[in-house]
């Protein structure tokens, strides 16, 4: 029997913290098993050093900056020093376990951007870590008809990000004006998971429709077949995508 597209409910993100670190806050136990790869997500506000050097294991963390957001530094036990310029990402792949530590590069300097948290496959989380740095540049950009996709990694409508990523995830920012649609292909068996940073839109799947508003957060996935996803936005619309193969 043919397994359908399931879909979560529709979870709206509150929101943490204090004058020098906020953050909307996404949990994987939210989405009914749908948000596999992802573990979570911040999408956050910081001003200072806030967390110090600290360590992961057997998972990804991945630090993508908006373009708002002033440049963050870098430094972690595998010898890596490096600037994540505004616009770009950097992917800790932590496995057998690495130290890092990410801080503004200037005092009192604005950060904004996402913290994803990815899982590791259970055969390879005890290799060694390693890091991919895709700079803004890289990154391949559509924009026609009141669309704008930013292919951050993976691939969108036969535009592809080439840089290869340990795995294979698809990480989409888009910006659509209202009365625009946008269409994308989810992968058979992937999960897919939607974060609306602003406006409103309606997403249409074969599970159904679903209108979602500024902060909302939804999950979907695990269809035998390859699902269109449809989206429509109500008023100008920022949303990120993000998908990929769960992890059992």
Request: proline share 6%.
């Amino acid at each position: 029997m043919t397994s359908e597209l399931k879909q979560s409910r529709i979870v709206k993100l509150a929101q943490t913290g204090n004058a020098s670190f906020s953050a909307f806050r996404a949990n994987r136990n939210d989405y009914a098993g749908l948000s596999s790869p992802i573990m979570g997500f911040d999408h956050f506000r910081l001003s200072s050093d806030v967390f110090g050097p600290h360590q992961h294991r057997h998972m990804s963390a991945v630090s993508y900056l908006f373009d708002d957001s002033a440049p963050y530094h870098n430094q972690d036990s595998m010898g890596e020093d490096l600037t994540i310029s505004t616009g770009s990402l950097l992917w800790t792949w932590a496995g057998s376990g690495v130290t890092h530590h990410e801080f503004p590069e200037e005092p009192n300097a604005k950060i904004h951007g996402l913290q994803l948290f990815l899982e590791i496959p259970a055969e390879t989380r005890n290799l060694p870590p390693k890091s991919i740095l895709i700079p803004v540049e890289k990154m391949p950009v559509s924009e026609a008809g009141g669309i704008k996709v930013k292919v951050v990694m993976g691939s969108t409508n036969g535009l592809i990000n080439p840089i290869k990523t340990p795995e294979d995830i698809t990480f989409l920012d888009i910006k659509i004006e209202a009365g625009k649609n946008f269409k994308h292909l989810l992968p058979s068996n992937w999960n897919g998971t939607v974060y609306l940073l602003s406006g409103g839109m309606e997403i249409e799947t074969s599970a159904g429709k679903s209108l979602m508003n500024t902060n909302d957060t939804l999950a979907f996935g695990s269809a035998d077949d390859q699902s269109e996803i449809v989206f429509k936005a109500g008023s100008d619309s920022h949303l990120l995508f993000i998908s990929g193969h769960p992890v059992a």
